[in-house]
């Protein structure tokens, strides 16, 4: 049994490394420069200079994402580029509704008391859900 959560706790690490390195390299292969999102309209040659200095645009990939993984185990996110807020306020903003949407689908497919397939529970569910006008 420990040698078989071993195992499966040593293929999340690596499952988690690999998403890790997905969502790091969809930003760095998407085309254009990450710094002339960040310096917003028109931005001057110097602006593009800072920004990139700034944020660690000027180093090579493989310490960006040294530090980019040194950021996510210390409990650091960052913050959007777009909104300009912490990522943990964000994600904390719409945990409730997450967690609630998740509760929601998980009570949905409890069996029922005539020991029916959990699917029997949710698709009636479902369906009434998807008439429903919100």
Same mark, same amino acid.
């Not at 001057?44 to 960006?64: C, F, I, S, Y």
């Not at 009570?107 to 529970?121: C, D, E, K, L, N």
């Given at each position: 049994?420990? @040698?078989? +959560?071993?195992? @499966?706790?040593?293929? +999340?690490?690596?499952?988690?490394?690999?998403?890790? +390195?997905?969502?790091? %390299?969809?930003?760095? %292969?998407? *085309? !254009?420069?990450?710094?002339?999102?960040?310096? &917003?309209?028109?931005?001057?040659?110097?602006? %593009?200079?800072?920004?990139? @200095?700034?944020?660690?645009?000027?180093?090579?990939?493989?310490? $960006?994402?040294?530090?980019?993984? &040194?950021? +996510?185990?210390? &409990?650091?996110?960052?913050?959007?580029?777009?909104?300009?807020?912490?990522?943990?306020?964000?994600?904390?903003?719409?945990?409730?509704?997450?967690?609630?949407?998740?509760? !929601? !689908?998980?009570? &949905?497919?409890? *069996?029922?008391?005539?020991? $029916?397939?959990?699917?029997?529970?949710?698709?009636?569910?479902?369906?009434?859900?998807?008439?429903?006008?919100?």
């Amino acid at each position: 049994m420990i @040698r078989f +959560l071993g195992r @499966r706790f040593v293929l +999340l690490v690596l499952e988690l490394v690999a998403v890790s +390195l997905g969502a790091f %390299l969809i930003v760095h %292969l998407a *085309p !254009g420069n990450p710094a002339v999102l960040m310096a &917003g309209l028109h931005p001057t040659p110097a602006v %593009l200079r800072a920004v990139t @200095r700034e944020w660690g645009l000027d180093k090579p990939l493989t310490t $960006q994402y040294l530090t980019y993984m &040194g950021q +996510l185990v210390h &409990g650091r996110l960052g913050y959007s580029m777009m909104d300009h807020h912490s990522v943990a306020s964000l994600i904390a903003a719409a945990l409730p509704v997450t967690l609630t949407i998740g509760a !929601g !689908g998980t009570v &949905g497919t409890f *069996p029922t008391p005539f020991h $029916q397939p959990p699917y029997v529970t949710a698709t009636p569910a479902g369906s009434a859900a998807s008439e429903m006008s919100f």
